[in-house]
C-alpha cells in the first residue's frame, strides 16, 4: 500500500494521514466541504472505538484509508440523488493553487504512466467531471488502484466486490476516460490561451473570442440556485464569445485574474474585489474546448479564505 506504518495509533501518527485521506476523498466526491466532512467521520469512528480496539489495528492508515473509502462509497450514492434536485448545472468544487493538501506527490516507483493518472491530473477539472459519469463503485476503484496505487485485493476489501470485479470496474473507467479524448494541451501552451482569451473578453474581441474557441465548444456554468447563471450548458463557440460579451456588458466592472484552478491555468472573475467566479478551462490542440464557471458562492469559500 501507500504507507508504511508502525503499529498503534498515537495522536502524531493518525492526525498524519488527514493530507491522504483529504487528498482521497475530495478526488472521489469532487467537494472539498463533502471531503472534509467524510474525513471527520472517518476519525469519529476511529475515537468512537475502545483504546483497546485501536490498539490492536496494526496499520492505522490503511485503516482509516478504508473506512473514508467507504464513507465516499456511501456519500457517492447519496450524491446522486441530491444532484438530481440540484438547481441548474452541477460542477465540481474547483482548487485554487494554494491548497496544501494537494501539493503532495507520491512515489511513482513502478508505475506504468501509459496507463495511470498521475496525483496532478486527478485534480484536473475535465478528469473530475469525467468521474461524475462513472457509477460509485468504478469511481472509487479507479481512484483507489490506478491514482493511489491500491491493489485490487484491497480494493475489493473496500468496496466489498471479489479482485476481478474490481479489476473490471477499473477497466470499465478507464474507458470511459479514454471515451471523453481529453488531449489537453501543456499548461504553458493552456495559460497563453486562456492569457488571449481574457485579453479579447476585456476588449470585446468577439472576433478573436471565436477564433480561441473551438467551433463545438462548450460552457457548462454553476450557480447552485443561489446566484444567477445560464441554466442549461452554452455550445457553440460562436454564442459562447456572444454570451462573454453580454456579460461584460451587463457587468461592466467584472474583471478576471488568471489563477491556477485544479492544477491548470484559468481566471477568476473578480467583481468589487469579490471573487463571484472561477473558471476552468479545457483547451485542445490550440483551441478551447470546455469552459466549467463555477458561480455557486458555497464552492468558492476557498477561494475567499486565502
Known sequence: ??????????????????????????????????????????????????PQQREAIEVPGAWLTTVASRVCLDLLGSARMRRERYVGEWVPEPLPER?????????????????????????NMAFLVVLESMTPAERVALILHDVFRYSFTE????????????????????RRVRATQLRATSATHQARVVRDFKRAWAAKDI?????????????????????????????????IARTAIDITTRVPDISFLERTVNGRPGL?????????AVLAFLVTEGRITRIWSVRNPEKLRLWTTN
Do not use: F, K
Open 1 to 50: 500500500m501507500g504507507n508504511d506504518e508502525t503499529p498503534g495509533g498515537g495522536l502524531n501518527a493518525i492526525m498524519s494521514e488527514r493530507r491522504q485521506l483529504l487528498n482521497l476523498a475530495y478526488r472521489l466526491l469532487g467537494s472539498v466541504t463533502d471531503a472534509e466532512d467524510a474525513v471527520q467521520e472517518t476519525y469519529a469512528r476511529w475515537y468512537a472505538m475502545a
Open 207 to 239: 472576433d478573436a473570442l471565436i477564433g480561441l474557441l473551438d467551433p463545438h465548444a462548450t460552457v457548462v456554468a454553476d450557480g447552485g440556485g443561489l446566484v444567477s447563471t445560464v441554466p442549461h450548458p452554452v455550445e457553440g463557440g460562436d454564442r
Open 155 to 174: 480494493v475489493a476489501e473496500i468496496v466489498g466486490r471479489t479482485p476481478a470485479a474490481c479489476r473490471q470496474l477499473a477497466s470499465s473507467a478507464r
Open 99 to 123: 491548497v496544501e493538501w494537494i501539493s503532495e506527490q507520491p512515489d511513482d516507483a513502478g508505475i506504468d504512466p501509459a496507463d495511470r493518472v498521475t496525483l496532478d491530473e486527478s485534480i
Open 268 to 276: 477568476v472573475a473578480q467583481q468589487d474585489g469579490n471573487v463571484v
